[in-house]
């Protein structure tokens, strides 16, 4: 049975499988006290963003960040 699952899965598009794989992976995922977990820090994080409490940058300012540590990463090789 597995054979012909996975000949069959084989057999989609790229995209597909790509659709399959995250739906597979998420089903080994599937524990209540960690998607509790995932919840509550959700509603953390945005109840944060909505008080001014947590940080935000500018699509700017990451760029920046990244193009500084990537400088940095070719510089050290």
């Given at each position: 049975m597995f054979e012909e699952i996975e000949s069959a899965a084989l057999q989609l598009s790229r995209g597909?499988?790509?659709r399959l794989t995250e739906r597979l992976l998420a089903s080994l995922?599937?524990?209540?006290?960690?998607?509790?977990a995932w919840?509550?820090?959700?509603?953390?994080?945005?109840?944060?963003?909505?008080t001014g409490e947590?940080?935000?940058y500018s699509f700017e300012e990451v760029d920046a960040?990244?193009?500084?540590?990537?400088?940095s990463a070719e510089g050290e090789s």
């Open positions: 597909d499988r790509a995922d599937e524990d209540p006290a960690i998607e509790q919840e509550a820090e959700i509603a953390r994080r945005v109840r944060a963003y909505r947590m940080k935000t960040i990244v193009e500084g540590m990537l400088g």
